[in-house]
């Protein structure tokens, strides 16, 4: 069957320091990998995705690395900040094709001042 | 991206009556709507699919005469809690899914607070 998991369920930073949340999955059929950052009370935001076609994206301060030989993903933070407190998920689905994401179970990023 | 509403934010209601939540998209038509349930300190479980004019595809395990899904418009899904129980109390998220390219991206709602007493 499918499944998502995170290495980390919390992870705690200083605030300045680079951040690294991991996401293993084991379908191969997943093609299209999304980071969402949900922050108390809140819905999912849209952080970043990547396509299966390719290997490293980056956004402003997001990195995305995928590695489907091991079927890995990683969000990295740069400079994390306070208001980069929350519960970031990773979330697969399959290109083409609507809706159907699965959810990783969540990984709590604290911020130290 | 898209913005998502949802109606109303939270909400407390006594066991055994019905509660309506409403999803808007409010810049785009959206044929395909989802709704997810969270659980404190969970993940995110999709529970149905929403299709403009057609009836909602619900995933295993969620019993559709319970959890009523209306897609009336481009703009507008519903979702109804039935005789609802403390148990099903969680936060109820919508989302709407939108086309960009060969991918469809899903953008959520702000979420919905059911308390159950």
């Known amino acids: 069957g499918e499944s998502v998991g995170l290495h980390l369920p919390t992870l705690s930073v200083q605030e300045g320091d680079n951040s690294i949340i991991n996401c293993a999955y084991s379908n191969s059929a997943s093609d299209y990998f999304i980071w969402y950052k949900q922050e108390s009370g809140k819905g999912p935001q849209f952080i970043i995705d990547?396509?299966?076609?390719?290997d490293k994206r980056q956004g402003q301060r997001v990195t995305v690395l995928l590695n489907k030989t091991v079927k890995h993903l990683s969000l990295q933070i740069a400079a994390t900040q306070p208001g980069d407190s929350a519960v970031y998920f990773c979330a697969l689905g399959q290109e083409g094709s609507q809706g159907n994401l699965i959810f990783g179970k969540g990984t709590k990023l604290s911020v130290k001042p | 991206g898209a913005v998502v509403s949802q109606h109303p934010s939270w909400v407390i209601c006594k066991s055994g009556t019905s509660v309506k939540i409403e999803c808007r998209s409010l810049d785009f038509q959206a044929t395909t709507m989802f709704w997810y349930r969270q659980f404190p300190k969970q993940s995110l479980m999709l529970m149905a699919t929403?299709?403009?004019?057609?009836?909602?595809?619900?995933e295993q395990g969620v019993e559709k005469d319970k959890f009523l899904i209306n897609h009336a418009s481009l703009t507008l899904s519903t979702l109804t809690v039935t005789s609802a129980h403390p148990e099903d109390s969680s936060f109820y998220i919508c989302?709407?899914?939108?086309?960009?390219?060969?991918?469809?991206?899903?953008?959520f709602g702000p979420g919905t607070r059911l308390t159950v007493t």
């Open positions: 989302s709407v899914d939108r086309r960009q390219g060969l991918t469809y991206e899903q953008y």
């Open positions: 990547i396509r299966s076609n390719m």
């Open positions: 929403s299709n403009e004019g057609s009836k909602a595809t619900y």
